[in-house]
């Protein structure tokens, strides 16, 4: 059976740098974020899901750009939105992931770092930032 999954994922910019997550069955760094639920918008999905997998408290400030991953029968299309982090920034994250780094936005650490469903999204943030 083909299944498309629609998911919104989180940039979260902090002191110059951004959020990422360790995803051990993808073997990457990835954005926080994650499945919409049924009668939720991308904006409700990303807010959730990041308090879910990091306790922060997050406010959408634009939306980023889409992503698509086609593998096998599953199509996971989504959203990655900038995030600012509102209140407190002490992440706990939920059993979902082994661990969290803050990198530098810098183009060559996200290509060599960052999952590929979403590395150009990223990298295209990051260019259009510095013009």
Not at 65 to 76: F, N, P, R, V
Not at 95 to 121: C, M, P, T
Request: hydrophobic share 40%.
């Amino acid at each position: 059976m083909k299944v498309l999954r629609p998911t919104a994922k989180a940039l979260i910019v902090h002191d110059g740098k951004f959020l990422a997550l360790w995803c051990a069955e993808c073997k990457a760094l990835e954005l926080p974020g994650g499945g919409m639920e049924f009668g939720e918008t991308a904006k409700c999905t990303v807010i959730r899901e990041v308090y879910e997998e990091t306790k922060l408290k997050v406010a959408v400030t634009k939306l980023i750009d889409t992503w698509d991953l086609i593998k096998d029968d599953l199509h996971i299309t989504g959203v990655i939105y900038l995030c600012k982090i509102e209140g407190t920034c002490e992440i706990v994250l939920s059993d979902e992931h082994g661990s969290y780094r803050w990198l530098d936005l810098d183009v060559n650490i996200v290509a060599e770092h960052v999952h590929s469903a979403f590395k150009n999204q990223i990298i295209k943030y990051i260019e259009g930032e510095s013009q």
